[in-house]
């Protein structure tokens, strides 16, 4: 699930940075209505596992994510991963969302993109990878719900897909809200 629309979003500014993004910039108030809307769709296991990445808007989202499914009888306590944090935009971060193009045309050609001190994409594949397979083989056959980022998510549903994380741009991006099934 990717979190609910933020501040961030609202603002047209992209926020990356761990700290700030810990504290701040959570969701707006319409949020909530399109989090539970998105739950609807899904049926989940009452043995079903809930991570969040450490910001505060996925944080939120998960929060009312899991009231939502408490409320259908399942108890669920998200767990905060670090590991599925937003993807770190470097020089990028707190500058208008329109140079997130910039940053995705040098991925394309460089899953390695490093320029402007920017989080490569083989290196959030790699986090975001560890904490799957590893959460995988500990819980086998369980579901596992993930609340993360545009980025994150669209280079795990690459490693998922059997695409090269450079390709990343070429998988449709989550809205804001929207839960999509990893394993199809």
């Known amino acids: 699930m990717r979190h609910g629309p933020s501040l961030a979003n609202r603002a047209g500014i992209i ?8 504290r701040g910039w959570g969701l707006v108030p319409e949020a909530a209505a399109l989090i539970r809307k998105s739950l609807e769709t899904l049926e989940i296991p009452g043995d079903s596992l809930f991570f969040s990445s450490p910001f505060l808007r996925a944080v939120e ?15 669920v306590e998200p767990g905060i991963v670090p590991a599925l944090r937003e993807r770190f935009f470097g020089s ?14 040098r991925d394309a050609v460089n899953p390695d993109n490093h320029e402007n001190e920017v989080e490569s994409p083989a290196e959030v594949l790699y986090r975001m990878r560890n904490f799957i397979v590893e959460t995988d083989s500990l819980f086998s056959g369980r579901v596992i719900i993930l609340v993360s980022h545009g ?6 549903f690459c490693y998922a897909s059997g695409l090269p994380v450079e390709k990343h741009r070429d998988i449709p991006s989550m809205k ?3 839960l999509r099934n990893l394993i199809p």
């Open 15 to 22: 926020l990356s940075d761990p700290q700030e993004g810990r």
């Open 61 to 75: 989202t998960a929060r009312i994510a899991a009231e939502g499914l408490s409320s259908a009888g399942l108890s």
């Open 92 to 105: 990028y971060d707190k500058t208008p969302d329109k140079n997130y193009p910039r940053v995705w045309e």
């Open 151 to 156: 980025d994150p998510l669209n280079m795990l």
């Open 176 to 178: 804001t809200a929207e």
